[in-house]
């Protein structure tokens, strides 16, 4: 039997509906990096702002050992560190939002919120062709997770 979808962001959501709890994580994962990559350069750091916020100490001391990494001066784990060296990244901006961002999705879903509560958030805001290769990843992580991957 074949599957056929109208819309990619459908076919997301019905794939995520039917895999496993680590491919649901991994899934959602591929859709925060898509969504990274659709926001606009002048806004990034505003959304790296919000996405710093709300990170518990753990996951700020692995985003400031990240930008020791970048060498963008010396890493002190807090907020105001992280804010300062983020236009130094340069062309690496769009990857710290990205680990900011997966950070801050882990917690929330740790926090109760469900994966598709969060996907639906994310596939909202993403182009026509970002769905299709979201689509297209989901497709990937599906037969990954059928294949017998230890879920």
Known sequence: ?????????????????????????????????????????????????????????????????????????????????????????GEHRREALKLAAGFRGEEAVDRGVTEERALETVLEWLSGPRLMALALEAVELYVWDRAGSDN
């Open 1 to 89: 039997m074949s599957l056929c979808f109208i819309d990619p962001a459908d076919a997301v959501r019905a794939i995520a509906d039917s895999i496993g709890r680590e491919a649901r994580r991994q899934l959602l994962g591929e859709a925060v990096r898509a969504w990274v990559d659709e926001i606009p350069d002048d806004e990034l750091e505003a959304h790296y702002a919000k996405a710093i916020s709300e990170l518990d100490e753990h996951d700020i001391s692995m985003l400031a050992a990240w930008h020791a990494s970048m060498d963008v001066g010396t890493p002190i784990p807090n907020r105001d560190y992280l804010m300062g060296a983020f236009p130094a990244l």
